[in-house]
């Protein structure tokens, strides 16, 4: 099996500390899964050029090296609000078959990383599925030891855009992506613990300070996820934003965008919502620090990190 130990950028931080952000009176607490290779970022946006990236100063040495390499992480956001303890995307997941070696049959140590955050699955009461592409949905279940895959969060509702999931069940889908529905979403369906939302413009409130945002365009029903605490906001990408230098130029687009016309307008519109709000960013693929704050840059953006606070684990 494929585990951190195989990257070489080393294994995730140790699991004796979460790194945690302040929003207001609640607490987001980021849950690694593995670095991604080296690679990946010139993969995924292309148009992220070394030139490009070098260009940025403000990218190094957190989210990019000094050969202009991208960085990029696979981890998730665990928090409690409203008396609901909530998990934003599931990652890539343990021991599944996928065509992407990177993310073939891993062997992470992702549940304990969230147990010790203190959310151990029986206790996560909902997920939220920005979007339905194989590195969010992964530990939604897990192997039963019979073969069989089962929802790794027995007693929560995991809730995706009604627009996302009948985008992929009217779509001809390739072998990989039909066998990470198999394993990964249609266990959930089945065991009757999908929701499906219908999100309008305006977004939909699912819990108080729980808010679904519609950022299409990496997908047609993707969506953000609005936190609000007393005294603060936070928003979570998704994929919206693979990586703040989206922010520098928003005009770069992911190769697996379905809309790459609507993900830049989407993207345009989100960044120039948010700068100078103060509102914190955590995003979903930034590697640490991940979270940080939009600001003007020039005639377009940079996020200014905020380093999450290591917690002890529970």
């Not at 992220?48 to 260009?55: L, M, N, Q, S």
């Not at 299409?216 to 936190?227: I, K, N, S, Y």
């Amino acid at each position: 099996m494929h585990t951190t130990s195989d990257d070489p950028r080393g294994a995730s931080p140790a699991i004796g500390t979460i790194p945690a952000w302040a929003v207001g009176d609640l607490t987001v607490h980021r849950i690694d899964e593995i670095p991604l290779p080296p690679d990946t970022g010139q993969w995924l946006l292309p148009d992220a050029t070394p030139e490009v990236v070098r260009g940025q100063d403000w990218l190094r040495p957190d989210f990019a090296d000094p050969a202009g390499q991208l960085l990029i992480d696979s981890h998730t956001f665990a928090f409690t609000v409203g008396g609901l303890k909530v998990l934003v995307d599931t990652g890539i997941g343990n021991g599944k078959d996928r065509a992407n070696p990177a993310w073939h049959d891993l062997d992470t140590d992702y549940l304990d990383r969230l147990t010790a955050a203190g959310y151990p699955p029986a206790d996560v009461d909902l997920v939220i599925l920005t979007h339905l592409h194989t590195d969010h949905v992964g530990w939604n279940t897990r192997a039963d030891g019979n073969g069989a895959w089962v929802p790794t969060f027995p007693h929560a509702r995991y809730l995706t855009s009604r627009t996302e999931r009948e985008f992929w069940a009217g779509r001809e889908m390739d072998e990989p992506r039909r066998r990470m529905f198999r394993d990964s979403v249609d266990p959930v369906a089945e065991a009757g613990l999908l929701d499906l939302v219908d999100v309008p413009a305006a977004g939909a409130e699912v819990a108080p300070g729980l808010r679904l945002l519609p950022t299409p365009g990496h997908t047609p029903g993707h969506l953000a996820v609005e936190l609000s605490g007393d005294g603060g906001a936070a928003l979570v990408t998704g994929d919206c934003v693979h990586h703040p230098v989206q922010f520098a130029r928003p005009a770069i687009g992911s190769c697996v965008d379905i809309d790459p016309a609507r993900s830049r307008a989407t993207r345009r519109s989100l960044l120039e919502s948010l700068a100078g709000t103060g509102t914190l960013v955590l995003g979903t693929h930034f590697p640490p620090p991940t979270a940080g704050r939009v600001v003007a840059h020039g005639d377009a953006y940079r996020l200014e990190s905020v380093p999450g606070t290591p917690r002890t684990a529970r």
